[in-house]
């Protein structure tokens, strides 16, 4: 069984960073794509980054030139740094992976159990 384990939420300052971690473990063949989503009460879930097998990236308009994702495929990681946070930035993160694991034949999605981003004065 796959698990997506996330680390590095917390509460910040306006204009200050944060970087979240997701690390996934168990049979993992290939990671397809893996990323983050939020939830901000009341709102629907959104993308705010992921990133592809082949390292292609992908960021939600409200975020570009300020979040960065990145991984370390050694340790099947993935790191969501965050700068120049605003208040509207406040959410749950969740941690999102389509994992092929060994002897499957379908990917299959995967989610963390969310990590709390509060950005206050």
């Known amino acids: 069984q796959v698990q997506l384990v996330e680390s590095g939420g917390g509460l910040v300052q306006p204009g200050g960073s944060l970087r979240l971690s997701c690390a996934a473990s168990?049979?993992?063949?290939?990671?397809?794509?893996m990323g983050w989503y939020r939830q901000a009460p009341g709102k629907q879930r959104e993308l705010v980054a992921n990133i592809t097998s082949g390292g292609s990236t992908n960021y939600a308009d409200s975020v570009k030139g300020r979040f960065t994702i990145s991984r370390d495929n050694a340790k099947n990681t993935r790191y969501l740094q965050m700068n120049s946070l605003k208040p509207e930035d406040t959410a749950v993160y969740y941690c999102n992976a389509q994992i092929l694991e060994y002897g499957s034949r379908w990917s299959n999605d995967y989610w963390g159990q969310g990590t709390q981003v509060t950005v206050s004065s």
């Open positions: 168990g049979s993992i063949f290939s990671i397809n794509a």
